[in-house]
């Protein structure tokens, strides 16, 4: 097997693996999510209401939350159809066509929507810690007020890559720029040994750039209001790691900006990518862990106190 073919095997592997943790995971929260939303519902119908607005107070977003962890699996879809690893002859995608078509969907569907939508998400739960039980995320509306939002934000940026990958390659082919410098600017797929490779337009990536640059910026305001608000030192440390990981999305941005430089398809091409990939993931993944893991856990241990403290009163009156 020739050298590069290997490599980008490999990285097609272990990419594959770590959206699958990554979506069973997410998949585990979700299904704690709506389980605890049921809960809730099935005490306000009954007369067993103690200690309700505790679970309700941790599960308030379970919407946000749940919509969060879809756009994260969308995210991963995404990922896995743009690997060099799924795309060739015999493999998954064979034909060169549509092997474009995809790369051209990935880019608006996870540069456009996914990846936006999936921070902006994060943001907004972030955000919700400093809003008053009227208007934050007790309130029944909120919920849906906030992926209203979310989906209202990204249609500048769907709009952007859309307009990059499927307009830019005309405007340049009519205004007599060379190939060269429509690939680095609006390309999102180039042919590689007979395969097509994904690549990333300049433009998107600055695009990106200055997306993530606004929403770290955002992030670290909300993060100190928080800060100052905050004595736990775990709540602490939990906002400390939000701030760190939207602020190390800038060299992912920085690094798909990059991966236009060396040859598509070969080993620093692919380096870049997969390094971009693992930072996304990594920031992913601490603000899942941070914004719905741990209140889900939370919740659970409220629930178990709550437990013991009936069986404690039952004990009592018998």
Same mark, same amino acid.
């Given at each position: #097997?020739?050298?590069?073919?290997?490599?980008?095997? !490999? !990285?097609? +592997?272990?990419?594959?693996?770590?959206?699958?943790?990554?979506?069973?995971?997410?998949?585990?929260?979700?299904?704690?999510?709506?389980?605890?939303?049921? @809960?809730?519902?099935? *005490? *306000?119908?009954?007369?067993?209401? +103690?200690?309700?607005?505790?679970?309700?107070?941790?599960?308030?977003?379970?919407?946000?939350?749940?919509?969060?962890?879809?756009?994260?699996?969308?995210?991963?879809?995404? %990922?896995?159809?743009?690997?060099? =690893?799924?795309?060739? %002859?015999?493999?998954?995608?064979?034909?060169?066509?549509?092997?474009?078509?995809?790369?051209?969907?990935?880019?608006?569907?996870?540069?456009?929507?996914?990846?936006?939508?999936?921070? @902006?998400? $994060?943001?907004?739960?972030?955000?919700?810690?400093?809003?008053?039980?009227?208007?934050?995320?007790?309130?029944?509306?909120?919920?849906?007020?906030? !992926? *209203?939002?979310? =989906? #209202?934000?990204?249609?500048?940026?769907?709009?952007?890559?859309?307009?990059?990958?499927?307009?830019?390659?005309?405007?340049? /082919?009519?205004?007599?720029?060379?190939?060269?410098?429509?690939?680095?600017?609006?390309?999102?797929?180039?042919?590689?040994?007979?395969? +097509?490779?994904?690549?990333?337009?300049?433009? /998107?990536?600055?695009?990106?750039?200055?997306?993530?640059?606004?929403?770290? $910026?955002?992030?670290? =305001?909300?993060?100190?209001? !928080?800060?100052?608000?905050?004595?736990?030192?775990?709540?602490?440390? *939990?906002?400390?790691?939000?701030?760190?990981?939207?602020?190390?999305?800038?060299?992912?941005? #920085?690094?798909?900006?990059? /991966?236009?430089?060396?040859?598509?398809? %070969?080993?620093?091409?692919?380096?870049?990518?997969?390094?971009?990939? @693992?930072?996304?993931?990594?920031?992913?993944?601490?603000?899942?862990?941070?914004?719905?893991? =741990?209140?889900?856990?939370?919740?659970?241990?409220?629930?178990?106190?709550?437990?013991? %403290?009936?069986?404690?009163?039952?004990?009592?009156?018998?």
């Amino acid at each position: #097997m020739h050298p590069i073919t290997f490599f980008t095997n !490999i !990285i097609g +592997v272990v990419t594959i693996v770590l959206i699958s943790i990554v979506s069973i995971l997410g998949l585990i929260f979700l299904c704690h999510s709506v389980y605890f939303q049921l @809960l809730i519902k099935w *005490r *306000r119908r009954n007369y067993y209401q +103690v200690n309700d607005e505790q679970l309700s107070y941790f599960n308030g977003p379970w919407l946000t939350r749940i919509t969060l962890i879809l756009v994260a699996l969308w995210w991963g879809v995404g %990922e896995v159809l743009r690997l060099t =690893f799924v795309n060739g %002859e015999g493999r998954f995608i064979s034909d060169q066509t549509w092997q474009a078509n995809v790369c051209k969907f990935y880019i608006v569907s996870n540069l456009g929507f996914a990846e936006p939508g999936l921070f @902006l998400l $994060l943001a907004f739960l972030l955000s919700a810690a400093l809003q008053n039980q009227e208007v934050g995320a007790l309130n029944r509306k909120w919920n849906q007020r906030t !992926i *209203r939002a979310v =989906f #209202m934000l990204c249609s500048p940026s769907l709009i952007w890559e859309a307009s990059v990958v499927f307009i830019g390659p005309h405007i340049a /082919s009519n205004d007599g720029q060379t190939s060269k410098v429509a690939k680095y600017w609006y390309s999102a797929s180039s042919v590689h040994d007979g395969d +097509v490779a994904c690549t990333y337009p300049l433009l /998107s990536s600055i695009f990106l750039g200055t997306f993530y640059t606004v929403l770290t $910026l955002y992030v670290i =305001f909300v993060g100190g209001q !928080i800060l100052s608000l905050v004595i736990n030192k775990g709540l602490r440390r *939990r906002v400390y790691m939000l701030i760190f990981a939207t602020g190390i999305l800038l060299p992912r941005a #920085m690094f798909l900006g990059l /991966s236009v430089l060396p040859w598509p398809g %070969e080993i620093v091409h692919e380096s870049l990518v997969f390094v971009s990939f @693992l930072v996304l993931m990594i920031a992913a993944m601490l603000g899942i862990v941070i914004l719905v893991y =741990f209140p889900v856990a939370e919740t659970f241990e409220v629930r178990n106190q709550e437990h013991i %403290e009936l069986q404690t009163s039952h004990s009592i009156a018998l």
